[in-house]
């Protein structure tokens, strides 16, 4: 999936010794510049090596930095110039160069200006900066698609949004709103609680942002991004007797199964939902909509998550005792072992941004002696997938629509304050889960809120 590109030999030789340290088993291509100092030469060198089905990363030193302006913005959508804050690669400590590298995957799937005459975000460099716009592994870029997720940005933020925000997740909760490329509202999401808090920073008139444009403006950079997950699916066309998705009813398990799909056809991919039994009511009637419409049939398993708690009488799951995740896992596995004797692929929508841990999973990866596991979306941001759905006539789950930026289950102890505050007042959502066995409980736990009726 990746290209390295440094200028000299003894640069590539630092490379590889990061890449031996942390990021083993990724299969990761380091190729040179052969000592191009120009920007001609550079840009002469690249377009003999730049590969088109992977992500190149470009890294040159503080002596290069003439090279990297020049550059940066005038290269594929699929590659990434960058400057690692030493004179030379090959002077860097390896600790310090593994989190360049870090930050310069981080811009693959951050990269996003704001055209001002088309009123629409762009998934590349050409265009608006936004302002105090910064790169990070651990950032991720998402859009406030649907009416409802609007009202519930509105009433926290406590003024107007525009159609479609641009949102960028920071850390330790903090989004931040964009319009344009005017930073709008901050929003802060404690992981405890029921109340988000947010603040307006612009005194603009908020801004509607059309899907339709958004779409179309991005439909090139989007398919690029797709065809080097589909190369990645390819690969294993002849190596595989089955392909099995775990398919949850989220955005990247959706885009997962129709890169799938695309790839393998629908008679070879065998999607299978884990049943919680704590899952929200939206998830099912989804799940049959869209295997309906790309024509395939999937499985289910029960993982009991509601037995165990009810009949069991088994504490609720919480951040310290997540045994809710080892009976999905379980669920699953039981599944792939039905298919025992079988090469199967397994295909996952894991993506760099939601967690550290599975940032630091390559893309390929074995499982057991008949099982690999393949997550082509590793590199995409929820914007992209967001896109990439939307370009194919698949519609996003509504909970998403009502302002979820993760689905889970209802009792899910990854269910932040923003979560926690819309089930509690979103009239829609609050009207199908307040009867649940296990909502009123859980909510009591996460702190008892004042608005439920």
């Known amino acids: 999936m990746f290209r390295f590109i440094v200028r000299s ?12 340290r942390f990021y083993e088993a990724w299969n990761i291509d380091v190729v040179t510049l052969h000592g191009a100092r120009s920007i001609e030469e550079v840009s002469e060198r690249l377009r003999g090596i730049l590969a088109s089905d992977k992500y190149n990363i470009v890294l040159l030193g503080r002596e290069d930095r003439r090279v990297v302006e020049a550059l940066e913005d005038r290269v594929p959508v699929n590659t990434v110039v960058h400057m690692v804050p030493r004179a030379r690669i090959r002077n860097t400590r390896l600790e310090h160069l593994y ?37 990070n592994p651990a950032y991720d870029l998402f859009l406030g698609i649907g009416g409802w997720f609007k ?37 802060l999401v404690p992981d ?4 988000p808090k947010g603040d307006l920073i612009g005194t603009t008139d908020p801004l509607d942002v059309s899907l339709e444009d958004l779409i179309r403006v991005n439909a090139d950079v989007i398919r690029v991004h797709e065809q080097i997950s589909l190369r990645i699916l ?17 955005k990247d398990s959706t885009a997962a199964l129709l890169l799938a799909v695309k790839v393998f056809g629908r008679n070879r991919v ?78 996952l929508g894991d993506r760099d ?3 550290e841990r599975r940032s630091k999973r390559p893309v390929v990866r074995v499982e057991d002696e008949e099982t690999i596991a393949v997550a082509p979306l590793k590199m995409w941001s929820t914007m992209h997938v967001q896109l990439y759905l ?30 926690l505050n819309i089930m509690v007042n979103d009239p829609e959502i609050n009207k199908s889960i307040r009867s649940l066995p296990l909502y009123r409980y859980f909510i009591e736990l996460r702190r008892k809120p004042t608005t439920l009726s």
Do not use: Q
Not at 162 to 179: A, E, T
Not at 192 to 195: A, I
Not at 238 to 246: A, Q, R, S, Y
């Open 151 to 187: 009202k519930h940005l509105e009433r926290i933020i406590g003024g107007p949004v525009g159609n479609n925000p641009l949102i960028v997740r920071g850390m330790g909760g903090r989004h931040y709103i964009y319009n344009g490329s005017r930073l709008y509202a901050e929003l």
């Open 390 to 419: 939307l370009m194919n006539n698949v519609e996003l789950n509504p909970l998403y629509e009502h302002g979820f930026y993760r689905l889970g289950c209802y009792i899910c102890p990854a269910l932040r304050s923003w979560e």
């Open 270 to 347: 065998r999607p299978v939902y884990v049943d919680t039994g704590v899952d929200f009511p939206w998830i099912k009637p989804y799940l049959d909509h869209i295997a309906e419409k790309l024509g395939i049939n999937y499985s289910v398993e029960y993982a009991g998550i509601d037995k165990e708690i009810i009949e069991n009488k088994r504490e609720m799951p919480s951040h310290n005792n997540r045994w809710c995740t080892m009976l999905k896992i379980e669920a699953v596995h039981r599944f792939i072992r039905r298919h025992k004797g079988l090469r199967k692929l397994l295909v």
């Open 9 to 20: 030999k003894r640069d590539a030789d630092a490379v590889k010794a990061v890449i031996t």
């Open 192 to 195: 405890e609680g029921l109340e």
């Open 353 to 355: 941004t939601e967690s």
């Open 234 to 250: 390819e690969y294993f066309k002849d190596k595989v007797d089955v392909i099995i998705v775990p398919w949850s009813g989220g």
């Open 99 to 135: 989190h360049e590298i870090e930050v310069a995957r981080s811009k693959i799937r951050l990269r996003v200006t704001w055209l001002r005459e088309d009123k629409v975000y762009s998934l590349t460099s050409r265009g608006d900066k936004l302002e105090a716009y910064d790169y």
